[in-house]
């Protein structure tokens, strides 16, 4: 053994510990410290070196970094994959943050009516930018998802009644839920009507009854029936429903607000064209091609809202100011006509074109880079939508295409998922990993260079 560990109290006068400290507070530091000093004398008593005081806040640090681990990391999406769930669907734009972070930092009126000095719904202030945005005089009701703003719905007009719903739209959406599942939580008894291929107004009009409480459209949005087909338009259920006076509610679900052709997503139904057909309730949610972060609305005939509004599930499925901030940050580009501002959306929209120039731009930066390190092509391929949008709506979404000269390429996969931050996703296709341009974000082509650098040992 040569030397002595060093002591603890002068370990914690070191500058390094006081940085620690400003970062993760005294007693957390303290006892990294212990922890990494009683490493180091392990190794000193058996005979190693005594180790200095550097090396010893060296280790204190990594074993902080370690604990303190957030509960989200930064991921770059070369998937091509625009609303990857797993990913948090769509990314917030800064001017979104900005708005929220101005308004979050004080108090709000959440539930508070100046005007009338006394409390008010949460919903007030959305209700009436959409309102204004787009013409309408439905009631708003803002909840935690799409999958809450359904049960809300069947809790609200079909609890303990039938809720009729063709056999081809009792879809199964992300995580195994299924509109059956949310159905029975919600207290309504599902009646199914028609066929899985072919259902008919008249196969509605054969089921009502005295139990029927709600006639239910579901929109197909992560999948297609296609060939020997037949389905109700919403129009026509909303006829049958006047007729029989029955609400009809919409399980929407995407959320287009924008204009489809412009998101590369021609002939997806829009906001303006679902609420045409004037379904008493309306949902969808917000983090899909929405463009915003995770929400459900419903949009209401007005006189539904009171009983909406005093059901006691809602306080169950309600949602915070901070959301309120935002969706109300995303309204307002909206209404600004700045829906591009929006990630996602812009993702969507930019050409194949410019995706293209991107690519190449990427492709010479990584040869300068790593020169000889990676074989590179741009080529030709396809991304989605995602988050159970537009499934059979293909987006042209050229990527890179690299496999390292000297190594597999399962590893350079694997080494850009697990190696380093931030973690880099790609797709794994012919002995290449594709790395698709449409979603990467401002800023991500330096990452994707550095983490390339990384793999080859060159410096960052």
Not at 107 to 136: F, I, N, P, Q, S
Not at 252 to 277: Q, R
Request: glycine share 10%.
């Amino acid at each position: 053994m040569t030397g002595h560990p060093p002591r603890m109290d002068l370990l914690l006068a070191l500058p390094a510990a006081a940085r620690l400290r400003e970062a993760f507070g005294a007693p957390a530091v303290k006892e990294a410290f212990r922890s990494a000093l009683e490493e180091a004398r392990g190794i000193w008593k058996a005979g190693g070196e005594a180790p200095q005081p550097d090396a010893v806040a060296e280790r204190a640090r990594a074993v902080l970094g370690a604990s303190f681990v957030p509960p989200l990391r930064r991921v770059v999406n070369a998937t091509g994959v625009v609303l990857h769930t797993n990913l948090g669907r769509a990314p917030l734009s800064r001017r979104s943050l900005a708005l929220a972070a101005d308004l979050l930092t004080g108090y709000v009126d959440l539930e508070m009516d100046l005007d009338a000095r006394a409390r008010g719904h949460r919903d007030a202030r959305l209700e009436m930018m959409v309102r204004e945005w787009l013409g309408t005089d439905r009631a708003l009701v803002v909840v935690n998802n799409n999958a809450s703003a359904v049960l809300l719905m069947l809790n609200t007009l079909s609890k303990g009644r039938e809720t009729l719903v063709s056999r081809g739209e009792l879809v199964e959406i992300g995580g195994g839920f299924r509109v059956p599942e949310v159905m029975a939580a919600s207290g309504a008894r599902l009646r199914e009507v028609g066929t899985t291929n072919r259902t008919r107004l008249s196969d509605y009009r054969r089921a009502c009854g005295p139990e029927s409480g709600l006639l239910l459209k579901v929109h197909p949005s992560n999948y297609q029936i296609v060939g020997f087909t037949q389905e109700v338009p919403l129009s026509d259920l909303v006829a049958l429903g006047r007729e029989l006076n029955l609400p009809v509610g919409y399980d929407w679900g995407t959320g287009l607000a924008a204009n489809p052709s412009a998101v590369g997503l021609p002939g997806e139904e829009t906001l303006t064209l679902a609420l045409a057909a004037d379904p008493d309730v309306l949902t969808f949610s917000t983090d899909k091609l929405f463009g915003a972060c995770q929400g459900g609305l419903l949009l209401l005939r007005p006189e539904l809202a009171e009983a909406f509004r005093h059901n006691p599930l809602l306080r169950a499925l309600r949602v915070d100011k901070v959301r309120y901030a935002l969706l109300g940050a995303a309204l307002d580009a909206y209404r600004k006509g700045r829906w591009s501002d929006m990630p996602a959306l812009a993702a969507l929209a930019e050409p194949e074109k410019s995706l293209r120039l991107k690519a190449l731009g990427l492709k010479r930066r990584i040869e300068r880079a790593v020169p000889g390190g990676f074989s590179i092509r741009v080529v030709r391929s396809e991304g989605r939508a995602g988050g159970g949008s537009a499934p059979t709506t293909p987006l042209a979404s050229p990527a890179l295409a690299l496999a390292p000269v000297s190594d597999r390429v399962e590893r350079l996969e694997e080494f850009l998922r697990c190696g380093g931050e931030p973690p880099i996703l790609g797709v794994l296709s012919e002995n290449r990993l594709l790395l698709h341009m449409r979603t990467l974000l401002p800023g991500d082509a330096a990452v994707v260079v550095r983490r390339l650098a990384g793999f080859c040992g060159e410096p960052s």
